[in-house]
């Protein structure tokens, strides 16, 4: 059973954008699960990036505060993460989590690729 895709993954100039979206098994897009997206780079432990709570609340990486923005739509069922300003340093595979509050029993999506890069 596939609860978390991401996409929107690709090729970017430094100083550019990107939309990731992360598409949630209706079974677990509820206020009981934290979202967040979290990144590995090649020789690096997974990081997390942003996060959103069931009720609402955000937080960030340092590195990327003031540059990406994470949404939890819930018309569509997505938690995305808008990325502007990118940087070469956030070449990355980028993961969705879902992380259920009570158990912290964790889910993940299959990742998406984001190369910044000139």
């Known amino acids: 059973q596939v609860l978390l895709v991401e996409s929107g993954g690709g090729l970017v100039q430094p100083g550019g954008s990107l939309r990731l979206s992360c598409a949630v098994s209706e079974s677990i897009f509820s206020t009981n699960y934290d979202m967040g997206w979290y990144r590995q780079a090649p020789g690096k432990q997974r990081e997390l990036v942003a996060g959103?709570?069931?009720?609402?609340?955000?937080n960030y990486a340092e590195s990327v505060k003031g540059r990406f923005t994470i949404s939890r739509d819930s018309a569509k069922r997505t938690i995305d993460l808008q990325m502007d300003s990118l940087k070469p340093e956030d070449t990355a595979v980028y993961y969705c989590n879902a992380k259920y509050k009570w158990t912290r029993t964790s889910y993940w999506g299959q990742g998406t690729q984001v190369t910044v890069s000139s």
């Open positions: 959103v709570t069931g009720g609402g609340g955000t």
